[in-house]
Structures are given as structure tokens and as C-alpha cells.
């Protein structure tokens, strides 16, 4: 059963980086929980939808990630995602590369898997 499960969050992970990077918001909104917080390197939080929103009006756009170590660990009704990326973005109207360790929770909500928290932090380069 846990085999089964880490290979769904795992194919919900792809499926959450492909959105994010071709910025199909709708995508992410069908992937993301509403009560979702997303806590980014900087130390900035948001919202599901700030989050969205920002990526909506072009606040941020993400253009490539490069992820590694990825790691999935099981409870009854939470997997916890962990790995590191490097993250290829535009904020500000300017070219950021974000070389991070991260972990993403996914949480069993009304029968399906959502995503409910991210949290990342910088990585010594």
C-alpha cells in the first residue's frame, strides 16, 4: 500500500512542477488545498491563494526546476515530501535561481490527495 502511495504523490509532485513551471494556475488551484501555506526560502508566506494570485498577475513565474533527492514518507493521511531543488524564477522583474532543501506535505482531504504545506530553506552552495 505504501509502494502505491508514494508513486501518486510522487506522479502529484510531477504533475504540481509541470503547472507551476508552464503557469497553468488552474492546475495548481485542482492540486492545492484552500487551507494550503506555501513558506518560500525567503522566509515569505503565503496563501493558496496569494500564492495564485501572484502567479496570476505575473508577480513571479517560475521557468525551470530542477529537482533531486526526492524522498516520500507515508502516515495514515499525510505524506511528507523531501528532496532539493534548484529553482529558476522571475520576481521583481528579475532572474532569481534558488538553490534550496524543501519539504511539501500532501494530506487526504474529502477523498483525494491535496497539497497543504511547503516549506524550503536556502542551501549552502
Known sequence: MADTVTAEILELERRRWAALT???????????SAR???????????????YLGAL??????????????????????AAVVTGSAVI?????GRDVRTHARYSAVWAREDG????????????PR
Open 22 to 32: 508552464s503557469g497553468d494556475t488552474a492546475a495548481l488551484r485542482e492540486l492545492f
Open 36 to 50: 494550503m501555506t506555501y513558506t518560500h526560502s525567503n522566509a515569505m508566506v503565503d496563501t493558496r491563494d496569494s
Open 56 to 77: 496570476d498577475d505575473g508577480t513571479v513565474s517560475y521557468v525551470a526546476v530542477d529537482v533531486a533527492d526526492e524522498q516520500v514518507r507515508v502516515f495514515d493521511a
Open 88 to 92: 529558476d524564477a522571475r520576481a521583481g
Open 112 to 123: 483525494r490527495w491535496a497539497f497543504v504545506c511547503w516549506h524550503s530553506t536556502p542551501q
